[in-house]
């Protein structure tokens, strides 16, 4: 088990360019979990999927958006006509269903847009 | 809506010092209660959890309790080390739907000096 992975670690990107992020998850965990957290905030929750089903989006989340997760196992999320705003880091975190589960978080993804 | 609110920081202390970090809730059902730690450079770990009221969770030195009636769960700690320099955040995540989703505070800083 290595965890919660994300790639890329660090992206620079122009205004308007689009940017795909990757999560790849905890093997057995059927859920997965968006958040974007900027400098001296705490995460702040955008999208969940539970298997390959995208089940609740935040208002955070606008049309320039995307995540999907196809076939229930990696995520992506896909930016389109970045704005300097969309400047933060991007964390991933996956968890089993039941219960009280652990949410485990990847090391993230900062997104800079220049 | 739900929120949650931690005290400023940064916090300084010197090692072996006692520890507490306030956090309070703001919740429409009877959520469950985390906190999570970001060693410099590493993803978000969980550090502990309380499930109902009166509950104390513990880890690595850590207590928090779930105090209902005040909606507080704050973190303390007997005699900090200078390896607990990290960010603290506290979150919570509401039982409604059982989406494990978490709504964190924004974070609460602290450096320990030798």
Redesign the interface.
């Known amino acids: 088990d290595t965890g919660v992975s994300q790639d890329p670690r660090h992206k620079i990107t122009k205004r308007g360019q689009n940017v795909t992020f990757r999560c790849d998850p905890i093997s057995e965990h059927n859920r997965l979990y968006w958040y974007r957290q900027t400098l001296g905030q705490g995460p702040e929750f955008l999208t969940y999927f539970q298997n390959e089903a995208q089940l609740e989006k935040s208002r955070l989340l606008s049309d320039r958006f995307s995540a999907e997760r196809p076939k229930g196992s990696f995520s992506t999320l896909e930016i389109q006509r970045t704005e300097q705003g969309d400047s933060a880091m991007y964390l991933c975190a996956s968890s089993r269903t039941g219960g009280t589960p652990e949410a485990f978080f990847g090391q993230g993804t900062r997104l800079t847009v220049v | 809506g739900n929120s ?1 609110t931690q005290m400023e920081g940064p916090v300084t202390l010197s090692e072996e010092a006692f520890l507490t970090i306030n956090c309070t809730y703001t919740a429409t059902g009877y959520p ?1 209660l985390f906190w ?1 730690v970001q060693y410099p450079g ?5 550090l502990l ?1 309380a ?1 109902k009221a009166d509950d104390k969770g513990s880890n690595k030195g850590f207590e928090a309790t779930y105090r209902k009636e005040t909606t507080s769960f704050h973190l303390e700690k007997g005699s900090v080390q200078v390896s607990d320099s990290a960010v603290y ?1 506290c ?1 919570l ?1 509401d039982r409604v739907g ?10 609460t800083t602290l450096q320990v000096k030798p």
Do not use: R
């Open positions: 949650v469950s999570y590493e993803g978000l770990q969980l959890k499930t955040f979150a995540s059982n989406t494990g989703k978490l709504i964190f505070g924004q974070g």
